[in-house]
């Protein structure tokens, strides 16, 4: 039997395990599709919780610890800056010793434990990393240079397994340039990170971590789905040796571009990995997310742990079906939305409507009077289409609500909606909405609900 993993390794109890097998996390809510809970072959994790074990869910590489800094980073407003020249063709040793300084080590802390991983500078306070990498993350610490610094999501894809964190403050290390073309089949190429490794914060242990193996792209377009069932497509297969920690390292040529970041890889049943089968997000995935994350950027909220009693409606938790670098960005800005709904902060609510929206829906107060009863259960990001500062986003979402303020009386409903989603220059907003049906009855799914059930697979 074959497992295809992320390049993750877990520790808990003090204890180092490479992360493989499978493990999923589940929707509680209606079920609108496959939940895009994701785990790593390649992290490591430290620390325990009821989270996904780490001997069967491999899981980025995170660390549940605060990050040594409490620097605070800025929304980002204006391009990224040019990117260090890439260097004429030269020997690896070379390559390696000039490069070494943009490559970090990361330490993602999660309600579970904490996790490692690797990225690389694109700026001097923009690192890239594989979005399964700072899944859940409730604090990101990076060394990088020899130093320690904060850092928060600024975009993700999982769907890609990409993602750009912003530094609390600049770094001075080697900013890599990204191949915006393509990788050809045999270009020759060096991985470079931190395999496992579960010591960000002491710079001797993690100086003699970072690692480096050479090999050659072996093919391209791959698609492949993980063990814990998310599917990446568009990825390029590699044959260098590749290990748990090292995941969203670069793949550099010998020009010192980024051909490609490290993703996971092929293992049997009891851990061994496949030689040849390592996988990685191509270049111009990489450039493509980075360019518009650096103009549009939204940062994530840090997950909060909650250990206290459940609360009266199973927890909003989004699945996202678009490949779209902005559909990470989009679906918080609607999720914030049903969110504050839920708990009644319809100010808050409202604020994500442009001004336009603002006047259709009119006032704050009569908006929200038809919302009292409400509260959204379930919510899927079909699509999302278009460039720029205009997108649209194709939702599918449940909710609950008194039948008198239902469709037809309905008690619960399943909504098909397309939204216009306009950037700020902060975050996205709502500026207009249609329905692609009218809502469909779930009335009886909610019946069934209780307030200990899962839903979803």
Known sequence: MLWVLWFGVAIRGGEVMAAIGAGTKTLRALALGAATALTVSGCIQLG??????????????????????????????????????????????????????????LQVGTCDGTYFGTGFLVDDDLIATASHVIDDANSITVRVDDELISAQVLGKNPKADIALLKLARSSGGYQFSVLETPPELGTEIVVMGFPDSTEVKDAEISDNAFTTN??????????????????????????????????????????????ALVSGGRFSADGNQFSGWSFAAPGPSIAQAVEDWSLRGTYSEMKECNNGPADEWPALEPTIDSTHPQAVNIAQSLIAHGQDINAGNYAAAYEIFTPRMQKRVRS??????????SQWLAWNLVDVTGSGDSLTARVNFATAQAPEYGHEGQTCSFWDIKYTM?????????????KMSEPIDCSADLEDMTHTDEFGD
């Open 48 to 105: 325990g919780g009821s989270g996904q074990p780490a001997a069967e869910t491999p899981t980025a590489s995170t660390t549940s610890s605060s990050p040594d800094t409490d620097e605070t980073p800025t929304p980002i407003t204006t391009p990224r800056s040019t990117p260090s020249p890439s260097p004429a063709p030269k020997e690896w040793k070379t390559l390696v010793k000039e490069t070494r300084s943009g490559v970090a080590h």
């Open 422 to 434: 306009l950037w700020d220059g902060t975050r996205w907003l709502m500026d207009d909405l249609k």
């Open 214 to 259: 050479r090999g050659s792209i072996a093919a391209e377009n791959q698609i492949v789905e993980y063990n814990t069932g998310v599917t990446v497509s568009n990825l390029v297969r590699y044959d260098a040796s590749t290990y748990p920690g090292i995941s969203g390292g670069p793949l550099i040529s010998q020009d010192a571009q980024v051909v």
């Open 364 to 373: 704050e107060d009569e908006w929200a009077e038809g919302l009292k009863t």
